[in-house]
Protein backbone atom coordinates (compact mmCIF):
# COMPACT_ATOMS: atom_id res chain seq x y z
CA UNK A 1 0.00 0.00 0.00
CA UNK A 2 0.93 3.53 -1.14
CA UNK A 3 0.19 6.08 1.55
CA UNK A 4 -0.12 9.88 -0.25
CA UNK A 5 -0.56 13.40 0.23
CA UNK A 6 -1.67 15.01 -3.30
CA UNK A 7 -1.39 19.06 -3.56
CA UNK A 8 -3.16 20.20 -6.47
CA UNK A 9 -4.81 23.34 -7.80
CA UNK A 10 -7.70 21.10 -9.15
CA UNK A 11 -8.76 22.09 -12.66
CA UNK A 12 -9.74 18.78 -15.17
CA UNK A 13 -6.49 16.97 -15.24
CA UNK A 14 -5.70 17.14 -11.34
CA UNK A 15 -9.70 15.80 -10.80
CA UNK A 16 -8.78 13.01 -12.64
CA UNK A 17 -5.58 12.38 -10.95
CA UNK A 18 -8.21 11.85 -7.70
CA UNK A 19 -10.13 10.22 -10.08
CA UNK A 20 -7.59 7.92 -10.46
CA UNK A 21 -6.49 7.83 -6.52
CA UNK A 22 -9.94 7.12 -5.14
CA UNK A 23 -10.32 4.12 -7.47
CA UNK A 24 -7.33 2.66 -6.74
CA UNK A 25 -6.92 -0.59 -4.20
CA UNK A 26 -3.19 0.00 -3.77
CA UNK A 27 -2.80 3.66 -2.29
CA UNK A 28 -4.51 5.22 0.78
CA UNK A 29 -4.69 9.14 0.53
CA UNK A 30 -4.15 11.37 3.63
CA UNK A 31 -5.11 13.96 2.42
CA UNK A 32 -5.71 16.87 -0.03
CA UNK A 33 -4.18 20.03 0.09
CA UNK A 34 -5.51 22.95 -2.45
CA UNK A 35 -3.12 25.67 -4.29
CA UNK A 36 -3.81 28.64 -6.24
CA UNK A 37 -2.28 27.23 -9.78
CA UNK A 38 -4.67 27.03 -12.68
CA UNK A 39 -7.23 28.98 -10.87
CA UNK A 40 -7.54 31.41 -7.28
CA UNK A 41 -7.19 29.29 -4.17
CA UNK A 42 -10.81 29.73 -3.32
CA UNK A 43 -11.78 27.77 -6.99
CA UNK A 44 -8.93 25.69 -6.29
CA UNK A 45 -10.56 24.46 -3.24
CA UNK A 46 -14.10 24.31 -3.95
CA UNK A 47 -13.59 22.34 -7.23
CA UNK A 48 -11.79 19.93 -4.32
CA UNK A 49 -14.33 19.94 -1.59
CA UNK A 50 -17.07 19.36 -4.36
CA UNK A 51 -15.57 16.88 -6.35
CA UNK A 52 -14.31 14.18 -3.33
CA UNK A 53 -18.27 15.05 -2.14
CA UNK A 54 -19.92 13.78 -5.31
CA UNK A 55 -17.64 10.79 -5.63
CA UNK A 56 -18.20 9.97 -2.33
CA UNK A 57 -14.20 9.97 -1.46
CA UNK A 58 -14.01 10.60 2.24
CA UNK A 59 -10.37 12.56 2.35
CA UNK A 60 -9.96 15.61 4.16
CA UNK A 61 -8.89 18.28 2.06
CA UNK A 62 -7.06 21.49 3.35
CA UNK A 63 -6.04 24.48 2.56
CA UNK A 64 -2.82 25.41 0.88
CA UNK A 65 -1.27 29.04 -0.85
CA UNK A 66 -2.97 31.96 -1.68
CA UNK A 67 -0.18 32.59 -4.42
CA UNK A 68 3.27 32.10 -5.45
CA UNK A 69 6.23 33.43 -3.41
CA UNK A 70 7.05 35.88 -4.95
CA UNK A 71 5.65 36.54 -8.97
CA UNK A 72 2.42 38.09 -9.77
CA UNK A 73 -0.27 35.48 -9.79
CA UNK A 74 -0.95 33.58 -13.23
CA UNK A 75 -3.90 31.75 -13.97
CA UNK A 76 -5.24 29.39 -17.08
CA UNK A 77 -8.79 29.92 -17.76
CA UNK A 78 -8.26 29.19 -21.18
CA UNK A 79 -7.72 26.04 -20.24
CA UNK A 80 -9.69 25.16 -17.23
CA UNK A 81 -12.17 27.57 -17.85
CA UNK A 82 -13.61 30.19 -15.35
CA UNK A 83 -13.90 28.09 -12.19
CA UNK A 84 -10.56 26.30 -12.43
CA UNK A 85 -12.64 23.20 -13.51
CA UNK A 86 -15.77 23.67 -16.11
CA UNK A 87 -17.34 20.28 -17.74
CA UNK A 88 -19.03 18.56 -14.82
CA UNK A 89 -22.51 19.80 -12.83
CA UNK A 90 -21.81 19.25 -9.08
CA UNK A 91 -25.50 19.57 -8.33
CA UNK A 92 -25.29 18.46 -4.58
CA UNK A 93 -25.26 21.59 -2.18
CA UNK A 94 -21.43 21.43 -0.84
CA UNK A 95 -21.35 20.35 3.15
CA UNK A 96 -17.64 19.14 3.31
CA UNK A 97 -15.44 21.94 4.59
CA UNK A 98 -11.75 22.45 4.31
CA UNK A 99 -9.89 20.81 7.87
CA UNK A 100 -7.50 23.43 8.14
CA UNK A 101 -3.43 24.19 7.15
CA UNK A 102 -2.37 22.57 4.49
CA UNK A 103 1.49 23.47 5.30
CA UNK A 104 0.69 22.36 8.80
CA UNK A 105 -1.10 19.03 7.35
CA UNK A 106 2.09 18.24 5.36
CA UNK A 107 4.58 18.43 7.64
CA UNK A 108 2.50 16.75 10.36
CA UNK A 109 1.99 13.85 8.37
CA UNK A 110 5.30 13.80 7.10
CA UNK A 111 7.03 13.89 10.58
CA UNK A 112 4.81 11.50 12.22
CA UNK A 113 5.02 8.72 9.16
CA UNK A 114 8.89 8.90 8.63
CA UNK A 115 9.55 7.17 5.29
CA UNK A 116 6.11 6.51 4.61
CA UNK A 117 4.35 9.35 3.04
CA UNK A 118 4.49 9.97 -0.81
CA UNK A 119 3.97 13.94 -1.82
CA UNK A 120 2.50 14.04 -4.99
CA UNK A 121 2.28 17.87 -6.20
CA UNK A 122 0.15 18.40 -9.37
CA UNK A 123 0.34 22.23 -9.46
CA UNK A 124 2.90 25.38 -8.49
CA UNK A 125 5.53 23.97 -5.80
CA UNK A 126 4.21 27.09 -3.36
CA UNK A 127 2.84 24.58 -0.82
CA UNK A 128 6.35 22.32 -1.08
CA UNK A 129 9.02 25.26 -0.82
CA UNK A 130 7.01 26.58 2.11
CA UNK A 131 6.82 22.93 3.73
CA UNK A 132 10.67 22.32 3.93
CA UNK A 133 11.55 25.97 5.01
CA UNK A 134 9.35 25.29 7.62
CA UNK A 135 10.49 22.37 8.85
CA UNK A 136 13.37 21.23 6.64
CA UNK A 137 13.84 17.64 8.14
CA UNK A 138 10.64 16.92 6.13
CA UNK A 139 13.14 16.38 2.93
CA UNK A 140 14.73 13.00 4.31
CA UNK A 141 11.41 11.62 6.00
CA UNK A 142 9.44 11.95 3.09
CA UNK A 143 9.29 8.69 0.94
CA UNK A 144 9.54 10.74 -2.28
CA UNK A 145 8.11 13.81 -3.82
CA UNK A 146 6.50 13.28 -7.57
CA UNK A 147 5.94 16.28 -9.43
CA UNK A 148 3.91 17.11 -12.45
CA UNK A 149 5.99 20.41 -13.54
CA UNK A 150 9.02 21.19 -16.31
CA UNK A 151 10.90 19.65 -19.28
CA UNK A 152 13.49 18.93 -20.43
CA UNK A 153 12.66 20.07 -24.00
CA UNK A 154 10.21 22.93 -24.59
CA UNK A 155 7.58 24.60 -22.49
CA UNK A 156 3.59 24.78 -22.73
CA UNK A 157 3.30 28.11 -21.64
CA UNK A 158 6.09 29.66 -22.91
CA UNK A 159 8.77 28.55 -25.50
CA UNK A 160 10.93 27.18 -22.36
CA UNK A 161 8.72 26.69 -19.43
CA UNK A 162 5.84 24.50 -18.64
CA UNK A 163 3.24 25.99 -16.61
CA UNK A 164 3.73 24.58 -13.02
CA UNK A 165 7.06 25.75 -12.57
CA UNK A 166 6.06 29.03 -14.83
CA UNK A 167 3.57 29.78 -11.71
CA UNK A 168 6.07 29.82 -8.81
CA UNK A 169 9.46 29.33 -10.53
CA UNK A 170 11.26 30.76 -7.05
CA UNK A 171 9.23 28.12 -5.05
CA UNK A 172 10.49 25.40 -7.90
CA UNK A 173 14.03 26.22 -7.21
CA UNK A 174 13.89 26.23 -3.88
CA UNK A 175 12.11 22.27 -4.15
CA UNK A 176 15.02 21.20 -6.63
CA UNK A 177 17.86 22.79 -4.95
CA UNK A 178 16.97 20.84 -1.58
CA UNK A 179 17.73 17.55 -1.97
CA UNK A 180 15.00 15.84 -1.62
CA UNK A 181 14.11 12.95 -3.69
CA UNK A 182 12.27 13.74 -6.19
CA UNK A 183 9.93 12.23 -9.41
CA UNK A 184 9.80 14.83 -12.15
CA UNK A 185 6.82 13.82 -14.28
CA UNK A 186 7.93 16.79 -16.92
CA UNK A 187 6.01 17.40 -20.53
CA UNK A 188 9.02 15.22 -21.76
CA UNK A 189 6.49 11.85 -20.31
CA UNK A 190 3.39 13.50 -19.82
CA UNK A 191 2.92 14.32 -23.27
CA UNK A 192 3.01 10.65 -24.32
CA UNK A 193 -0.47 10.54 -22.70
CA UNK A 194 -2.93 12.69 -25.04
CA UNK A 195 -6.40 11.24 -24.61
CA UNK A 196 -7.57 9.38 -28.32
CA UNK A 197 -11.39 9.85 -29.61
CA UNK A 198 -11.32 6.02 -28.85
CA UNK A 199 -10.45 5.85 -25.39
CA UNK A 200 -13.40 8.46 -25.04
CA UNK A 201 -15.42 6.62 -27.32
CA UNK A 202 -14.40 3.42 -25.39
CA UNK A 203 -15.72 5.17 -21.97
CA UNK A 204 -18.71 6.60 -23.21
CA UNK A 205 -19.96 3.20 -24.47
CA UNK A 206 -18.89 1.37 -21.10
CA UNK A 207 -20.83 4.55 -19.16
CA UNK A 208 -23.98 3.53 -20.90
CA UNK A 209 -23.67 -0.04 -20.21
CA UNK A 210 -22.40 0.22 -16.89
CA UNK A 211 -23.11 3.74 -15.22
CA UNK A 212 -19.96 4.62 -12.71
CA UNK A 213 -19.85 8.58 -11.25
CA UNK A 214 -16.23 8.80 -11.66
CA UNK A 215 -16.61 7.69 -15.22
CA UNK A 216 -19.77 10.49 -15.60
CA UNK A 217 -17.13 13.35 -13.83
CA UNK A 218 -14.31 12.31 -16.16
CA UNK A 219 -16.07 12.25 -19.34
CA UNK A 220 -18.46 15.63 -18.79
CA UNK A 221 -14.94 17.31 -17.56
CA UNK A 222 -13.02 15.52 -20.75
CA UNK A 223 -15.48 17.24 -22.82
CA UNK A 224 -14.77 20.64 -22.07
CA UNK A 225 -11.18 20.27 -21.23
CA UNK A 226 -10.83 18.90 -25.35
CA UNK A 227 -12.44 21.53 -26.35
CA UNK A 228 -10.39 24.02 -24.64
CA UNK A 229 -7.36 22.44 -25.23
CA UNK A 230 -7.82 22.70 -29.18
CA UNK A 231 -9.09 25.84 -28.98
CA UNK A 232 -5.74 26.73 -26.93
CA UNK A 233 -2.96 24.95 -28.51
CA UNK A 234 -4.58 22.76 -31.66
CA UNK A 235 -4.09 19.51 -29.97
CA UNK A 236 -6.18 16.98 -27.54
CA UNK A 237 -4.94 17.16 -23.96
CA UNK A 238 -2.30 15.22 -22.54
CA UNK A 239 -3.06 13.45 -18.99
CA UNK A 240 -0.27 15.31 -17.00
CA UNK A 241 -1.17 15.26 -13.71
CA UNK A 242 -2.58 11.47 -13.28
CA UNK A 243 0.79 10.58 -14.75
CA UNK A 244 1.84 10.84 -10.95
CA UNK A 245 -0.82 8.82 -9.51
CA UNK A 246 -0.24 5.95 -12.29
CA UNK A 247 3.17 5.81 -10.89
CA UNK A 248 2.21 5.23 -7.90
CA UNK A 249 -0.33 2.98 -8.80
CA UNK A 250 2.05 1.10 -10.91
CA UNK A 251 5.64 2.49 -11.11
CA UNK A 252 6.75 -0.39 -14.02
CA UNK A 253 4.48 1.97 -16.27
CA UNK A 254 7.31 4.78 -16.15
CA UNK A 255 11.14 4.50 -16.96
CA UNK A 256 13.62 7.76 -15.57
CA UNK A 257 16.92 9.35 -16.13
CA UNK A 258 18.58 10.80 -13.35
CA UNK A 259 19.37 14.12 -14.33
CA UNK A 260 20.53 17.68 -12.55
CA UNK A 261 18.46 19.85 -13.12
CA UNK A 262 18.18 24.02 -12.08
CA UNK A 263 15.06 26.22 -12.34
CA UNK A 264 15.70 29.32 -13.97
CA UNK A 265 14.48 32.60 -12.08
CA UNK A 266 16.04 35.11 -13.98
CA UNK A 267 16.14 34.89 -17.75
CA UNK A 268 13.87 37.30 -19.59
CA UNK A 269 12.73 34.45 -22.03
CA UNK A 270 13.58 31.21 -20.17
CA UNK A 271 11.75 32.30 -16.49
CA UNK A 272 10.21 29.11 -15.00
CA UNK A 273 12.49 26.65 -17.19
CA UNK A 274 13.75 23.90 -15.51
CA UNK A 275 17.63 23.76 -17.25
CA UNK A 276 18.60 20.18 -17.67
CA UNK A 277 22.20 19.90 -16.90
CA UNK A 278 22.80 16.44 -17.87
CA UNK A 279 22.19 12.94 -16.91
CA UNK A 280 24.50 11.97 -13.44
CA UNK A 281 23.55 9.01 -11.66
CA UNK A 282 24.06 10.96 -8.18
CA UNK A 283 21.21 13.20 -9.15
CA UNK A 284 18.33 12.98 -6.49
CA UNK A 285 16.07 14.16 -9.49
CA UNK A 286 14.62 11.12 -11.27
CA UNK A 287 13.43 12.62 -14.93
CA UNK A 288 9.90 10.55 -16.53
CA UNK A 289 11.38 9.80 -19.92
CA UNK A 290 8.84 7.46 -20.79
CA UNK A 291 5.31 6.15 -20.42
CA UNK A 292 3.98 2.65 -21.80
CA UNK A 293 0.70 4.53 -22.99
CA UNK A 294 -1.38 1.63 -23.67
CA UNK A 295 -1.22 0.40 -20.02
CA UNK A 296 -1.81 3.97 -18.94
CA UNK A 297 -5.15 4.17 -20.25
CA UNK A 298 -6.16 0.53 -19.22
CA UNK A 299 -5.08 1.13 -15.75
CA UNK A 300 -7.04 4.63 -16.20
CA UNK A 301 -9.99 2.94 -17.87
CA UNK A 302 -10.00 0.71 -14.81
CA UNK A 303 -9.59 3.28 -12.23
CA UNK A 304 -12.95 4.88 -13.52
CA UNK A 305 -14.99 1.38 -12.97
C1 LIG B 1 -0.01 21.40 -15.79
O1 LIG B 1 -0.63 22.68 -15.84
C2 LIG B 1 -1.98 22.58 -15.44
O2 LIG B 1 -2.77 23.35 -16.29
C3 LIG B 1 -2.33 21.12 -15.45
O3 LIG B 1 -3.29 20.81 -14.45
C4 LIG B 1 -1.02 20.45 -15.18
O4 LIG B 1 -0.79 20.32 -13.79
C5 LIG B 1 0.43 21.02 -17.18
O5 LIG B 1 1.43 21.89 -17.63
CA1 LIG C 1 -2.55 20.75 -12.15
Redesign the pocket.
Known amino acids: MERLILDC?T????AIAILMAHGAKNLAVEGIVAVA??TTLENALENTLKLTEDIDFNVPVYTGSRGPLIRKQIV?SA??GESGYDGPVFTKKRIKKSCGNGIDFIINTIMQNPGEINLVA??PLTDIAIAIKKEPKIITSVKRLII??GSLSKG??TPSA???IYADPEAAKIVFNCGIEIYMMG?DV?KQTIVSKDFMQKCIVKQKEKPSRSRQVFIDGMNFYIASCMKAIREAPSM??PCCIAFLINPSLFSFEKHLIDVETKGELTYGETVDLGINENSNIHVGIKVDTKQFFELLFQSLQ
Open positions: DGQDDGNAIHTGMGNVEFNLTHD
